[in-house]
């Protein structure tokens, strides 16, 4: 399927599902696929981003990932008062690349058209990408500052992983680049390899813990988290905001998409989806798997956190010292980027 039939499903589901919910104040496409050419094929490994915009300021659950004509979607809410001014989306770097184009799939109120008119029109200017370079790093020390050792192991991973991998975004916001989820690692290899700054690359991987991993062991890790995986989708009840990322409809994308990455020569870049995709299912197992079968899975899941070199409670703190010790160094190379962007404009 390419890129414009995966979006006419995707708009068709919007007019005929998402408009009909109480609320509703119009869609558009976010992520990756939202910026490609229609005749682009789209990789059996991604998915169609979609943005319901809703009244309620408190957003539910959002609906995920699901199969509509043929074509995989992911569908999130988003609250009305978050897009309430220009100046509100252009700080937060999550928001802000969404409205960089024109990708409006509904707008019955003409807000979003208005918006998006202004964000794209100040996006590039330098004081805003620095807003959202900043935006990205008090993410990171926030989140590495928050953990918590007493929590259950695979909460504690996620909330070591996720900060951790957040330190590529400032790499790609610096950049004007999509801060894409799955293929953090990927994206920002090739931003500093384009800048020169291939060093600073091998210290990513180093603070994630994966420098020294070989195709060989990731691909075993591999092999160990689809067993986990499966397990998890079969036994999954409870809701959680991810549920739908470990289900049938999205294996394509954690399992297939993680072994074509190691295929292709990319096996470090692979593994920080790999271990956040093992602790969601961990998470589900503890919630809805009889205990035999989550003792029986935890080895590998540990085997996959040692191999990050994590060995005890303690070390997530010192690892995560680690990380807000590196910032730095890593605002400097932000700002490297940004001063020699060609695309970044002075501004007021």
Known sequence: MNVGSAKKAAADWVTNHASRTEGYRGAYFSGSTAVLPDEAELPASSDVDVM???????????????????????????????????????????????????????????????????????????????????????????????????APLHDLLTSWLFPTGVTTHLILVAALRNPTVRLRYLAAREVLESYGQDSLYAELLELLGCAHLTPERTERHLDELTRTFDAAAAAARTPFFFSSDISPASRPIAIDGSRELIRRGFHREAVFWIAATFARCHKILAADAPRELQEQLLPAFEAVIADLGIRSREDFLSRAAEGIGYLPRLWEAAESIMANNPEIQPGD
Request: overall charge positive; hydrophobic content about 40%; charged content about 25%.
């Open 52 to 150: 319901i915009v809703t009244a309620e300021a408190a957003p539910p659950l959002k609906p995920g990932k699901f199969i509509h004509r043929d074509a995989l979607i992911e569908a999130s809410y988003i609250s009305w008062h978050q897009l309430a001014s220009a100046e509100e989306v252009l700080a937060n770097y999550h928001l802000a690349n969404g409205f960089r184009t024109n990708t409006i799939i509904a707008d019955p109120t003409g807000h979003l058209h208005s918006l998006q008119a202004e964000v794209s029109r100040l996006f590039a200017e330098r004081p805003w990408v620095r807003r959202r370079c900043l935006n990205v790093r008090e993410k990171i020390e926030n989140g590495l500052r928050a953990i918590d050792t007493a």
